[in-house]
């Protein structure tokens, strides 16, 4: 077919159209919820009147005709998806228990939408649980925004999960997931998950919040106070006389820029202490005073900025100009700028607590991968980071990830464990949940270092954060960001110790003398291939390291501190089962052979990795 240039071709035309649009969908994007919310406090019905104004921009390239909002609250109500879990799977929180189907009226949870309109528009909407499915009047178009106006209004469960009041410790008000949150829309589509007591995936937005409560109530949460000077209780700036206004009540105004969640916490008997570090960054403790544990608090006031300068050092500048610790919740939980608690601890306990979920404020805060889908992206990868940073904390000698490793095998030799890629709602235990995220997790960073090196690791860690801050990554962006630190193919690594529950066994299975040399055979009787270092310690007391690399990482890890030089590097393909290598001295002169010294290689069945000769 002749085509006259001269003249432009629409079938072409449209093609090319076509072809971009497509093409244009197979990007990243985020979107973004502006919040601004205005909300009243009775302290003494636990309930709370709402109006919410939230500006949600669709920056992806699809049409949205619905959106979906988060209830949690209504998670705490007999006979809900939450309580129903915890009450069917063997091996329930203890938290949980069956405590949801015993709350009274007055004890449960709720979020109530009154009145929604969009553009000025009603909207059609229904609760469905823990989920508001709202059908728009007008659909919101790709690269536009949508004006979204609501009336609310919630009770506050007795404390049960994160979020409650009258915590054991006395807490009058824990505010995580208190009101309605705009679900997350991805390259993935929606994420309207249900609430079942896991974590959360949010959107990245402007929080502007006015809460009004009792004026005895002392707040503390994420965001930055506007009207410190007029709050007092330890906010106001230096030399500054408070003069509260009158009435019963107080208006607390906090501004929070690109956050994904809200949260609060208020106590008429918390202690307010104000910590300015040199870097501009101010860190609140708030907690109630008490025989036992005061002096653990106050202690505590040295502790959180070095955990903050060695995270900020190691995993990427800390973005926020403000970071409050407070005593609430159940146990420990992180959000934007902030954590709860609980504060009844010995002093190494409190600080662990501190240092685990201020760690989440690189992972959870500003990565944020969707913790449904990778929960072991936040929580593992935290939980290294909190095993480092104690371990420099509190200057100890021994291996700082060892709980990590233990933790994993014993997963392992449960034979509950399920694939990390397992959907956090869905794994069939709380415990192959819990250890597979947790340790497994922490085992995946600190055996990356084995793979690539520790240097290298750490390098992309610091890569990872400037890449990836702000924009949700999920494991392929992050086996990336290392392949192009390292320069190796990491695509297998990811294959089989994410998507598989397939393990690493490596033996030694024969030395032989041969001459004036000797063959030693190894053998992979674990289903996973890995990266073998292999030391070798000679009877005067010199070793070496033979380096074995998988055929299918194209390249090797560069030298470093490992135990002895490396006098060789052969290639061991993944497709055999076992390996002889040779090297140029007589068995009589060698003392003792070891696969990985380090013990950074999770190998499930460590009596076979030595002998001595």
Do not use: C
């Amino acid at each position: 077919m002749q085509i006259n240039l001269a003249k432009p071709f629409k079938g072409l035309f449209l093609f090319m159209v076509m072809s971009s649009g497509v093409f244009a969908q197979t990007g990243r994007f985020q979107q973004a919820a502006d919040y601004q919310m205005d909300v009243d406090m009775d302290v003494t019905t636990n309930q709370y009147k709402g109006t919410q104004v939230l500006v949600y921009t669709n920056n992806s390239p699809d049409t949205l005709d619905r959106v979906f909002y988060h209830l949690y609250f209504n998670a705490f109500q007999p006979g809900s998806m939450m309580d129903q879990r915890s009450r069917t799977i063997t091996d329930p929180d203890r938290r949980v228990g069956t405590r949801i189907s015993k709350l009274k009226p007055e004890e449960i949870g709720y979020l109530r939408v009154s009145s929604l309109t969009m553009n000025g528009t009603p909207v059609d909407y229904k609760e469905v649980g823990t989920i508001l499915e709202v059908e728009l009047p007008q659909p919101i178009l790709p690269n536009s925004d949508a004006t979204f106006e609501m009336s609310f209004d919630g009770q506050v469960p007795v404390q049960i999960r994160r979020s409650g009041r009258d915590s054991d410790e006395g807490v009058r008000f824990s505010m995580s997931q208190w009101y309605p949150k705009m679900s997350e829309y991805d390259e993935q589509g929606w994420h309207a998950n249900p609430y079942i007591g896991r974590e959360f995936y949010g959107i990245w937005g402007d929080f502007d919040v006015k809460i009004t409560i009792d004026k005895s109530y002392i707040l503390g949460g994420t965001g930055y106070l506007q009207n410190a000077n007029e709050i007092g209780y330890g906010y106001e700036d230096e030399g500054v006389t408070v003069s509260q206004p009158k009435g019963d009540k107080l208006t607390w105004h906090f501004k929070a820029p690109k956050v994904h969640d809200f949260m609060w916490a208020a106590d008429p008997k918390y202690r307010h202490d104000k910590v300015e570090m040199a870097n501009g960054i101010t860190v609140h403790h708030l907690y109630i005073p008490k025989d036992g544990s005061t002096e653990n608090w106050e202690k505590l006031k040295e502790y959180t900025p070095k955990a903050i300068e060695y995270m900020s050092e190691h995993f990427g500048e800390y973005p926020y100009k403000q970071f409050s610790v407070i005593q609430g919740g159940d146990g420990g939980m992180e959000y934007p700028m902030s954590t709860l608690i609980t504060g009844g601890r010995n002093l190494s306990s409190l600080v662990g607590v501190m240092v685990h979920e201020l760690a989440h404020s690189w992972f959870q805060g500003v990565l944020a991968t969707n913790e449904a889908l990778y929960p072991w992206m936040d929580e593992g990868f935290t939980s290294y980071a909190t095993s480092l940073a104690m371990s420099a904390i509190y200057q100890a000698s021994e291996d700082p990830l060892k709980g990590s490793y233990s933790g994993y095998y014993r997963l392992v030799n449960s034979g509950k464990e399920e694939p990390m890629s397992t959907h956090a709602d869905h794994y069939n235990t709380n415990a192959a949940y819990s250890i597979a995220s947790y340790s497994k997790g922490a085992v995946f960073l600190a055996q990356l270092g084995y793979i690539i090196g520790d240097e290298t690791r750490d390098k992309g860690m610091l890569r990872y954060f400037h890449t990836w801050g702000f924009k949700h990554p999920n494991v392929n962006d992050f086996i990336r960001v290392m392949e192009k630190e390292s320069g190796l193919e990491l695509d297998w690594y990811k294959e089989y110790f994410v998507y598989t529950t397939k393990t690493i066994d490596y033996g030694i299975r024969n030395v032989k003398e041969n001459g004036e040399q000797t063959d030693i055979t190894l053998e992979r009787i674990g289903q996973m291939p890995m990266p073998i270092d292999l030391l070798i310690t000679y009877e005067d007391g010199t070793s070496e390291m033979v380096y074995l690399p998988l055929e299918i990482m194209r390249g090797e890890k560069p030298q470093g501190n490992e135990a002895a030089p490396r006098v060789m590097s052969e290639a061991w393909p993944w497709t055999n089962l076992s390996k002889t290598i040779t090297i140029n001295k007589k068995s009589s002169t060698i003392k003792s052979i070891e696969i990985d010294p380090s013990k950074r290689l999770a190998d499930i069945n460590q009596e076979n990795n030595k002998i001595d000769l």
